[in-house]
C-alpha cells in the first residue's frame, strides 16, 4: 500500500513564528488532504489539495504530486493552533484514505 | 446540518462482550467509512461502503462487523470485544465519484478492560 511520512515528528514554537509541515507519500494520489487534530481530539478539515497551492488565512498548503510531497505553511502561530497535523493520500481506486503518523505541535505563549 | 455524529462518545466493554457503535450523516453523501484511531498515531481504515448496500474491507477488519442501514447510516459492531480494540473510532463521509474530500464525525472513545 502507499506509504505516507510526516515531518518533524514534534515541533516547539514560541508564539508569532513560522513552520513548515511536510508530508511525502510513496505512489501517484487521487487525492490530498490535511487536517488539524484539535486537543480534544476533533478533526478539523484544513485542506483538500491534490496539487498546487491554496490559502487559507495564516495556512497554506502546496501540493506536488509528480515529486509526491505536500507542504504545510502555519504563520504567526497561535497557541490554538496546537494539536496534531496529519496529511492523508486517497490511492488511485478512490476507496481508501491512508494517514502519515503526524507532526504534533505545541505553540508555546 | 449537523455533519457527521457518532454515538456514544464513550464507551467502556469488558471483554467479550458486544456492541455497535453508530454513525449517521446528514450531506446526502454515497460512501462512508469507518477508521481507528491508536494512542500516537495516525487512522486506519476498518470497512467502507462506496454505496448504500455494499461494504468492503479496509486495512484492518478483523474483529469487526458493519451494516450500512441506509443512505444516512453506517454501524460497526464489535461482536466479542478484546483489549486490542481499545481505539477511538471515527466515522467519515464523503460524496461520490470525483469529490474525493472527506469528513470526518467526532469519534468514539472505546475502552475494553
Known amino acids: 500500500g502507499i506509504q505516507v511520512e510526516q515531518s518533524p515528528p514534534d515541533l516547539i514554537l514560541q508564539e508569532g513564528a513560522n513552520s513548515t509541515l511536510r508530508c511525502n507519500f510513496s505512489d501517484s494520489v487521487n487525492n490530498l488532504q490535511w487536517f488539524h487534530q484539535n486537543p480534544w481530539g476533533q478533526l478539523i478539515n484544513l485542506f483538500y489539495?491534490?496539487?498546487g497551492t491554496k490559502q487559507n488565512g495564516r495556512l497554506s498548503a502546496t501540493t506536488v504530486a509528480t515529486e509526491r510531497y505536500s507542504l504545510l505553511y502555519i504563520s504567526s502561530s497561535q497557541t490554538t493552533d496546537s494539536g496534531v497535523y496529519f496529511c492523508?493520500?486517497?490511492?488511485?481506486?478512490?476507496?481508501?484514505?491512508?494517514f502519515g503518523g503526524g507532526t504534533r505541535l505545541m505553540v508555546k505563549p | 446540518n449537523a455533519g457527521v455524529t457518532q454515538t456514544p462518545k464513550f464507551q467502556v466493554l469488558k471483554t467479550g462482550q458486544s456492541m455497535t457503535l453508530q454513525c449517521a450523516q446528514d450531506?446526502?453523501?454515497?460512501?462512508m467509512y469507518w477508521y481507528r484511531q491508536d494512542p500516537g498515531m495516525g487512522l486506519r481504515l476498518i470497512y467502507y461502503s462506496a454505496s448504500e448496500g455494499t461494504t468492503d474491507k479496509g486495512e484492518v477488519p478483523n474483529g469487526y462487523n458493519v451494516s450500512r442501514l441506509n443512505k444516512r447510516e453506517f454501524s460497526l459492531r464489535l461482536e466479542s470485544a478484546a483489549p486490542s480494540q481499545t481505539s477511538v473510532y471515527f466515522c467519515a463521509s464523503r460524496k461520490s465519484g470525483t469529490a474525493y474530500e472527506q469528513y470526518f464525525g467526532p469519534g468514539t472513545r472505546l475502552t475494553v478492560t
Open positions: 492523508a493520500v486517497l490511492n488511485n481506486a478512490g476507496n481508501m484514505l491512508t
Open positions: 489539495i491534490p496539487s
Open positions: 450531506m446526502n453523501h454515497n460512501s
